[in-house]
């Protein structure tokens, strides 16, 4: 009997790479693999359900399904989750040195909606003292789902709108162009605010215990409604991939990556984390996600709370 073919695209890491590359397989299912950028995954997703499998925005997920788009549901595999506190970028003359001195200043984002713009409104709010209303927001790009927003759509690039004093601070989930901000991240024409940015991002997960969510897992409902066994698979065969990335980073027989104290970053994320560097499941997430709701809804952008059972498929509850 032949297998069934989904469509699949995500990004590529050391969480995904072995499933994009056909060296682990889904059991049940074919697996056809789309590459594209990030970026164009996410429009396609949201506004078509395009693939059967899919990574996507937690912050497009969750408003859309607040606004009754039931096209989509989720498995708690948090493929990328990231601090944004080093994120935030100035010009390397400003006087600036803490987001709370930017109160009243001209703040930009590529989008308004994205989930780590979200998640620097909402620092700005309970860790920084600044609300919505005390800055003046500019998004670069048009929001990927059609929502209300207090931002004026500038044109041109980001960062030269930063370098051109049209905008005073920004936030971009994507590093700054190496002509700007070499790989020290010292000695360029743009430099980020917090000067000790990683210890300010370890206190806030001390304080929080939060390691933001960026982006989750999408399967289109029609798929789950022929193959209602899918999600459940596919969550543990991707918890499974996750432990596996994390142990190869702690082999010490060959690096995995380009970076020569690269054992000594995990070794100490353990600790801090006490083992568990990336959670997947819903019970390790569920409250963060709770709360990046109520962002959404400071926000405007998330009319009611969604329950759990509206956010991801009942196979993965227990998870």
Known sequence: MTEPLLTMAMSDSDRTQKLLSGARRLPGFGLEARHETIEHIFIEQISSAAYDISELSLAS?????????????????????????????????????????????????????????????????????????????????????????????AEGDLFEALLEGRVDAVMSARRPPAK???????????????????????????RTGIFPIMHLVSLKADTIRQHPELPSRLYDLMLGMKNDGVAALLETIKN?????????????????????????????????????????????????????AEVFHPSVLHT
């Open 61 to 153: 997920y969750l408003i859309a399904k607040g606004g009754g788009d039931e096209r989509l549901t989720a498995v708690p595999v948090f493929l990328s989750r990231a601090f944004r506190h080093n994120a935030i970028y100035v010009r390397a003359d400003s006087p600036w040195r803490h987001p709370s001195e930017l109160k009243g200043r001209r703040f930009g984002f590529p989008e308004y909606q994205m989930t780590a713009a979200v998640w620097i409104r909402g620092l700005f709010r309970e860790e920084w003292g600044i609300g919505t209303d005390d800055m003046e927001w500019f998004t670069f790009r048009p929001e990927r789902v059609p929502v209300d927003i207090p931002a004026t759509l």
């Open 256 to 308: 995995q990556t380009s970076d020569p104290w690269l054992w000594e970053s995990v070794e100490r994320s353990a600790r801090l984390t006490e083992g568990e560097l990336w959670p997947y499941g819903v019970a390790a997430n569920w409250p963060q996600i709770v709360k990046f709701m109520g962002y959404l809804r400071a926000d405007g952008l998330l009319k009611r709370e969604l329950a759990l």
């Open 180 to 206: 700007y901000f070499p790989a020290s991240g010292e000695g360029g024409a743009i430099r980020r605010l917090i000067p000790d940015v990683w210890d300010e991002e370890r206190a806030y997960f001390g």
